[in-house]
Structure formats: C-alpha cells, structure tokens
C-alpha cells in the first residue's frame, strides 16, 4: 500500500509540475505572440452619423493591420460652430443601420470584436424615448398658509424654461401649460413658525390623502398656527442627449427604472434584429453604456417604496428639505441625505446597470460602461462606484494624456483607473477596460509621448485598453481630416500610423500577461460607506507605504471578508495581510459587527476610532454599539505595547507602512531610495510564476538594485517593447528577497518574471566605488554593462575585476532627405549636419508634416570591433516623433520609444553600409503653417488646440508653438562587450 501511495504522490507531483510548466509556457507564448483578446480597441467615432461605406471597410483593414483588435462604434454629434461636418442619417435609421451591418459583418471576415454604444453621443436615450421612460426630477411649489377655511389652492409646481446649465428644458406640456407626463409626489405641511434647525418631525403633516390632484384643493383645516403647505409633484427633467448627431436628438431615459431601461434595450436590440438576426453568432459582442453625467436633480415614481424598503422610514416629511436643507437638525437632515443617496444608488445599480446586463446577456451580448465614473466629485452620479462597476461584464474607466482635474486634496478626479481595476478584481470580472488617452491636444503626440500615461494605467491594474478615438473620415475631407474634438486622434490619417503596430504590440503584451494573471498586494483599503463615493489614483486617496500596493473594497464586499491564518480572504481568493478603513468619522453599524467578527479571527485592522454608528437596526439608541467601538478599538503606543501590535483589536494611530514593518512584513518591491517613488510596480502572479511590471516614472536613466519579496525562483526580463526574455546574471538571494540590479531608460518598463526552479550559475553583485549600480542589459543569456569604468563582479568563485569600455563611432557629416510630394518641400534636400526641420530656413520643410526619408551611406571597419563576446548596437540618439529604420536592407524595427537603438550585430558589413531612417512627425508643424501662410495643405474641422504647459488653454493654430522633428543624433555605433555566466 506505502508503495502505491509513493506511486501516486510521484504521478500527482509530476501532474503539478507539468501544469505549472504549461501556464509558463503558455503566458510566454501569448507574451510573444498576444492573442486579439489582449489586443487594443478603439472608439470608433462616426461624426454626425455620417458614413461612407468603402471608407469604414478601408479603415476596419488599417485597424486590424495596425493590430487593434476590435471598435465601439460611437455615433456623436460636433459642436454648434462646426459646420464642416455634413449630418448623416438618424441613429438606427435604416439607413444607419446599414453601415452598421456592412462593418459588423466585415469584422467577423476580419475576426475583430464589435460593440455599439447605446446612444447617438450619451447618456442612454433617444428620439424614441417617450415622457414616461425619460428621465425626471422632483418640483415643488410652496404656500404660506394662516386662516381657517378647508379649501386650499395648492398651485402646479413651475418649471424653470432653463435647467442648471443654462440649457432649455425641453419638455412636452398640455394645452394647460403642464408637462404631459407628471406623477404627485406628496403634500405636506410644515409649520412655519418654528427656529430653523429645530423642527420636529412629529409636527410635519402628510396631507396626501387630503389633496384633489384635478381641483388642485386640499381639504384641511389647520387647528393653529402658520404653515407652509409643499406640492411635490415628479416630472420629466427635460435632459437630452448630451451631444447628438445632428438628425438623432431625443430626451435621456430615467436611468432608476427598470421599465425605461428595458423599453431602452429593446427598441435597440429590436432593430439591430432586423440587421443581425442571429446575435449571439455575429462579430458585435458587446452594448456600451457611456458615462453618466445627467445634471438635474433626481426622481423616480419608485423612490418612496424603495426607500423604505432599504431604510426602514417613510421619506415624504423629509421632502421639504429640497427647499430649505436648514430647516431640520444637522444630524437629521445629514441622516436622510445620506439614506436619500443609498436609495438613489440602488435603485440605479439594480435597474440600469443589471437590467442592462440582464437583457444584453439574454441576447448574447456583454455590457460595459463607466458605471459611477467619472463620478464624484466630478460629475453628479449618485452611486457607489465601486458596487456599479461590478454589476457589469466589462468595468471601463477612463485617463487623460496632458489634461487633469484637480481636486482640493490634489487627486485628479478625470483618472478612474484604480477604481475600476479594484471593482473589477473584487467582483472577479477579470477584465478592466480604459477609455485611454483622452485628450485636447489635437496632433501633439505620438506613441512615445503617451507611453508613459499607458504604462502609469498599468501600475493601477488596467488590462485592456480602449484608446479614444478613431474618427471615421468619409472621402474627401482630407488631412488630417475631421475627428471629435477631444482624444488622441488614432486613425489613418495619422501621419505616424504606418509605424504605430509597435505601439499597439507593447500594449498587448502587457494587457495578456495582466488579463490572464491575479493581482497581489498586501493590503485592502475599505473606501467607506458613503455614497456617492470615489477611489482616486493609486497612492492618492490613501497610501499603503513604498513598495506596497493595495486593493480596494467597499461595503458589500467587507461583509464577505474570510480569514485564514491571521489573513484576509476575498471572495475570490485573494490573500491580503492587513484591512485599513476609511476615516469618516462614523461607522456602519453591519459594518462594525464585521469588524468586531474579524479582529476577533486574528485579522490585522487600522482605523480611526469612529464617534457615530448609522444604519442602525434601532436607531433609538447606540449605546450598545459605542461601548462596542470602546471594547475593540485602540490607540497603538509603542512603549505599552513593547512594540508589538495588539491583538483582537482594530488599531488607530499607525500607519499601514508601519504596521506591517512591526508585523515583519516587509515591502514586497524595494530599493535604496524607494520613498521617492521613481519606479512603480504592480505584481501579478499564476501558479508560482511571478510577475513584477516596473516602470521608470522619470525622464532619465535610473539604476537600482531592485529587491522583490520572493523566497525562490529564477529571474528573466521580458521586455514587451522588444519582445525579448532574457534570464537575469546578477542576482541574490536572501532569507526573504531576491535582488539584482535593474536598469530602466527614460519612462522605460518592463516585466520581471519569477519562475519555479534554483538559477543557473549567476554573479551575486557588480558594484563600484558608487552606491548606486551601474547600468546593466540582460539579453540573450548574457549581459553587458552600459557605463566606462572598473567594476567588481562577485559570485561564489570570489570576486572578478571588469574592464567596461563602450566604443562609439559618431555617423558624422551630411545626410540626404527625401519629402514626400504635395507640400511645397523639395524631393530631395542635403542636410549638412542633423537639425530639427523647423531650424531650416525653408518654409515648406519648417512646417512640413509627413514621413521623411532619411539615407547615410557610411563606412566601418567590422576587423576594428568585432570579436567574441561583443555586440555593436546603432543608437539614433534623439528625434521626433517616431522612426522605421533599416540597414543595409534589413528591417531593424520601428523607434517609437527611448532608446531608439538597434542590435546590429551580424547586420553590418566590412566597407559601405547603407542606413535608412524613415521619420514621421505630427500635423501640428503643417497646421500651424497654413494658418500662418495661409496655404492649404491641410483640412480639417479642429481650429484650436490645448498644447503642453497651458492646461486648459485653447490655443488657435497660428500661435501654437512648432513641435521641433526629425532625427536629431548623434547617431552612433556602439560597441559593447558582453559578459557570460561564471564558469559552472
């Protein structure tokens, strides 16, 4: 019997082992090779719905060459002043609906992923949408009252033309001059004559059941006194789509009724039926819901009901506070505010965003939306983000490129990426998508220039990314053509996008490796129990310390919390070492009786002692719950406690850093000068392989021994820009980390990858005279170091000496230059030494925007430098924006990001060697110089523009400053010497 047992223990390990082997194996074949999945999409702006069908099949092949994976198609509107744009058909008009057709079938020959957003621009509606399914708002009018007749005239409400934005309220009215779709809400009595503050609402009177809706009459006798009499009455707010095509208007649906947002989804998917029969078989997969950014104040004819549902009070003597938000006590009128929201909330996240799931999942179809977001304090979303999110297929959020908005505590509140990633961890949703990189810099930037925004999303948990926008052009509008008014304009007429499939390769290996992984952090930040709510940016709202990275959870979550060892379980499985709570001066009194359950499991809990208890099952009397507060709750003093953490308890007065340093939980990511902040990391992992994305949050080279909390495993690079896996050389390993030093070029990135296994023979350190290491590159199975100078190598055969010497060879003198035709600019043109196109004193190339040719025929002596163990890199040194380059013949790659260098070892020759740089730039120079000239090289519907250092600042084309382009150098050759493994 042992025998068999040792029989099957060694089958089921062996099992194990080749599991693990194949996830390694599979991660870095997807790496290598990224599935569409893993691949970008993109807005696909249909200006005005105005279509040309040869063109939208033409863009859909630039798309899918350029390796974006799939589109939104988003019929929006232009603003006013536009009118360059030709409005097309009505949203889901036939003969929308026939473009619409011919691309989604064209994306099923071409294997790219469909989806539709659900309006002509947002929030969800349309012309469709009658007065009982659109959205609606509370009214009221209000009459002083004093005298003993029964009688009582109570006026209709009236209803501003205007709404808070200055827009007209468009409204549909009878011929009484009220609004043809209304619902009485309640009439109520208030006493008039009572302090501000100090009223009592056991003398505010429901006088409903009194009131005659169509002779206005309410039937009361007041016994005394002086009252105010309220007619709340709910109506249409008025509110339209936000910016729709010229031909497609139509009021926005009530967005807490599920009966609107049924009636919404039917009528859409009700006609894409009569174009896409079989739904669940055709290339569309998805139905997007933009973000919500309604403006009026909220109602909807359920409220009353659910509100006592949730809790537990009747809201109608509450109602007056619409008026006068001073009249009750502070504490009161807070309370019903806050229980208002929650209502709100609920009733928007069950009947819109899980109807809408709902339908679209029974038709075949996902739903995705910036569910809460951008939304507090941004925009008026009365919903818990985190909870919304959750409640969809695909979470999506959103980031800017070169614009923000700043709140008073300094967190940008346009980045909604954390928040989205954690909803989308925490609900297990497993992807979460970005609308990336917004903005108003019209033609400013290349893939370089929005790296480094990309790669910030990424560290927050971002795996997929929906890059906003690509305009569709009909034939003859020219370039760079019409697009929105807002978003990196990635379409076509860009004039770097024949070089921009790069780009888009970076961002899906990135993608795969996050989408097919599960985060790690050490830390859950429990964001509170307001409403509406918000995350911020990583490391903003709240910090777990340098070299920590946190989770966020909300109410609905906390309350499925598990431990196991002292350790605190998600419902997905997640394992996390310490819970940290929201300062908000009150506390959840569900929320409490958790906390109590899991301090009291050994879970390690900070927080602020709160001072109120809400949502109580009695709300009569909280002394239970405060001598509960006093029983768990304690101030953390280092010399009572001998340094220890208390346990069973919930601990204030200490920081997350520092308690898990007491706790000797050390960072999982650290280096000498990590509390600057310079590299950031988010760590994924599957089946005991580890991966660390690091980026260089700087402009400039950075070197560190890196130390990565990790008792085992052998360490590679892989490089998503060059999609090179390289094992690393120099490496240690302590009780508790593995450290090496790691090199990172200007906003560089890259993942460090931990497999199962004991590294290869290795060098433990190089090190100098300076702390800092030097710069190192792993490749191949071997390295080299990036600096001149005497190093020492170290390993477990003593220590070695290291002679570092770069040589460099400058490709001095003239290079020739070829334009491309239609701009005025020479065909060929000799520039004597490199320098920007807008130093030339020629006009046509100083505000030339295209792709020019750059060719050097130079000479080198392969005997001078080659030998065993070196390698001959060229590096372009500096340019703008964006270069092809090819020597001798040979396609080196695309520079679309520092260092623009090529490993050209084997590739040069003895004698002459030809190189080949092709460079694009942007529109921006051309704009600029037709506005000044006058000349017409361009077209397009765009007449200013927000530049760098103005934030905010709309700047006509003629002032924008020239964006200097063209390779720059030095180029060189550089000869470097590369260092094997110790000898076994």
């Known amino acids: 019997m042992l025998i068999i047992l040792l029989i099957l223990a060694g089958c089921t390990g062996k099992k194990v082992q080749e599991a693990k082997q194949s996830s390694y194996e599979k991660l870095r074949e997807g790496f290598i090779n990224p599935p569409p999945g893993a691949h970008p999409k993109v807005y696909w702006w249909w200006l005005n719905g105005n279509t040309d069908t040869s063109r939208l099949l033409t863009e859909m092949r630039e798309m899918k060459k350029a390796g974006i994976s799939g589109f939104d198609i988003f019929e929006i509107g232009v603003p006013k002043e536009d009118i360059m744009v030709e409005a097309g058909p009505a949203f889901l008009s036939d003969e929308s609906l026939a473009s619409i057709k011919t691309v989604i079938e064209e994306a099923g020959k071409l294997g790219m992923k469909a989806g539709l957003n659900m309006a002509s621009s947002w929030n969800a509606g349309g012309s469709w949408i009658r007065p009982e399914h659109a959205a609606k708002s509370i009214y009221f009018s209000k009459t002083e009252y004093e005298g003993e007749s029964s009688g009582i005239k109570l006026p209709f409400p009236e209803i501003s033309e205007k709404d808070s934005r200055g827009r007209i309220r468009l409204l549909s009215l009878d011929r009484d001059g009220k609004p043809a779709w209304y619902r009485e809400i309640a009439v109520i009595a208030v006493p008039s004559d009572v302090e501000a503050g100090r009223i009592d609402t056991g003398k505010i009177i429901n006088l409903s059941s009194r009131f005659d809706p169509f002779t206005e009459e309410l039937d009361w006798k007041p016994a005394e006194g002086k009252w105010d009499i309220y007619r709340f009455v709910c109506s249409n707010s008025g509110e339209q789509l936000m910016l729709p095509s010229r031909n497609s208007a139509g009021p926005i649906i009530d967005h807490f009724d599920s009966t609107a947002t049924t009636t919404h989804f039917n009528h859409v998917i009700g006609r894409l039926r009569t174009i896409i029969p079989d739904l669940k078989n055709s290339a569309l997969k998805s139905l997007y819901l933009a973000s919500y950014e309604a403006t009026a104040s909220v109602w909807t004819p359920s409220l009353p009901n659910e509100f006592r549902k949730i809790n537990g009070y009747d809201l109608h003597k509450f109602l007056p506070l619409f008026d006068d938000p001073a009249l009750f006590p502070d504490e009161t009128g807070k309370r019903f505010m806050t229980d208002f929201r929650r209502t709100l909330s609920e009733l928007m996240i069950s009947n819109f965003y899980k109807k809408a799931r709902e339908i679209a999942n029974m038709n075949g179809l996902m739903i995705n939306s910036e569910a809460g977001g951008p939304g ?39 980045r909604v990426v954390k928040e989205v990633s954690a909803a989308s961890h925490i609900y297990q949703r497993g992807i979460a998508e ?29 795996n997929r990314y929906v890059v906003h926008g690509f305009s569709h052009n009909p034939p003859g509008t020219g370039f760079p053509g019409y697009v929105y008014h807002a978003g990196t304009h990635f379409n076509d007429k860009r004039v770097w996008w024949p070089m921009v499939r790069p780009f888009n390769d970076y961002l ?19 964001y509170g129990d307001a409403i509406p709510n918000y995350t911020g940016h990583k490391n903003s709202r709240f910090i777990a310390g340098p070299g920590y990275d946190y989770e966020v959870i909300n109410t609905e ?28 001066g009150e506390i959840n009194a569900e929320v409490l009786m958790k906390l109590k359950e899991l301090s009291g499991q050994g879970a390690l809990i900070l927080g602020e002692k709160p001072l109120r208890v809400t949502r109580m099952e009695s709300t009569s009397d909280t002394s239970e719950y405060l001598k509960m507060i006093e029983k768990i709750w304690t101030r953390f003093d280092e010399n009572s406690n001998d340094g220890n953490l208390p346990e069973s308890k919930i601990i204030s007065g200490l920081s997350p850093f520092q308690a898990l340093q007491i706790n000797a939980n050390g960072p999982d990511f650290k280096y000498f000068d990590n509390d600057l902040f310079l590299l950031d990391y988010i760590h994924y992992s599957d089946s005991n392989i580890h991966f660390y994305f690091v980026r260089n949050t700087t402009d400039r080279w950075i070197s560190r021994n890196c130390s990565f909390r990790l008792k085992s495993g052998i ?50 350190s190089v090190f100098s005279r300076d702390t800092i290491p030097p710069a190192v590159s792993y490749s191949n199975g071997r390295f080299s170091i990036l600096e001149n100078g005497i190093f020492t190598l170290s390993s477990e055969s003593g220590k070695s000496k290291i002679n570092s010497s770069i040589k460099v ?132 519907n765009i007449r200013t523009t927000n530049i760098a250092g103005l934030n905010k600042i709309q700047v006509p084309w003629a002032e924008v400053p020239l964006i200097r382009s063209g390779l720059f150098g030095p180029v060189t050759l550089m000869t470097i010497r590369e260092i094997e493994a110790p000898i076994q």
């Not at 108003?440 to 893939?447: D, G, I, N, V």
């Not at 070829?818 to 490199?834: D, K, M, N, S, Y």
Request: aromatic share 12%.
């Open 376 to 414: 507090f304090p941004l925009h008026n979303v009365p919903v818990e983000p985190l909870k919304s999110l959750g409640a969809l297929d695909l979470p999506r959020g959103e980031f800017w490129i070169n614009h923000n908005r700043l709140n008073a505590d300094g967190i940008d509140i346009l």
């Open 434 to 462: 970005e609308e990336s990189f917004s903005s108003f810099q019209h033609w400013q930037e290349a893939p370089g220039d929005i790296k480094p925004v990309g790669d910030r999303a990424f560290c927050e948990g971002m």
């Open 508 to 526: 899906a290996r990135i993608s795969l490796i996050a989408q097919e992984t599960e985060f790690q952090a050490d830390v859950l930040y429990y």
């Open 557 to 584: 979550i906390l309350l499925q919390l598990q431990v196991d060892d002292g350790e605190l379980i998600l419902p997905g499985g997640s394992r996390f070492k310490l819970l940290c709570l929201e300062d908000e």
């Open 715 to 764: 360490p590679e690079i892989w490089d998503p820009v060059t999609c090179d896996i390289s094992p690393v050389l120099i490496l240690n390993q302590e009780p508790d980390y593995i450290s090496m030093p790691l090199s990172f070029p200007p906003y560089g990135s890259y993942f460090v990858v931990f497999r199962e296994g004991e590294p290869a023979k290795h060098y433990d």
């Open 809 to 940: 060879q400058n490709l001095d003198g003239a290079w020739e230059l070829f334009f491309g035709e239609g701009q005025g600019a020479p065909t060929r043109v000799i520039f004597p030494e490199l320098i920007s196109w807008t130093d030339h004193e020629n006009q046509a190339i100083k505000y030339y925007s295209g792709i020019v040719k750059y060719v050097k025929t130079f000479q080198y002596d392969i005997n001078s430098s080659y030998g065993e163990g070196k390698k001959v890199f060229l590096d372009l040194g500096e340019l703008s924006k964006i270069a092809d380059v090819s020597l001798n013949g040979k396609h080196l790659g695309v520079a679309w990001t520092k260092p623009f260098r090529f490993d050209v070892t084997g590739i040069l020759k003895n004698g002459d060697n030809t190189l080949t740089v092709e460079v694009a730039n942007t529109w921006s120079n051309r704009l600029k110089g037709d506005a000044l000239t006058g000349q017409k090289h361009t077209n397009t």
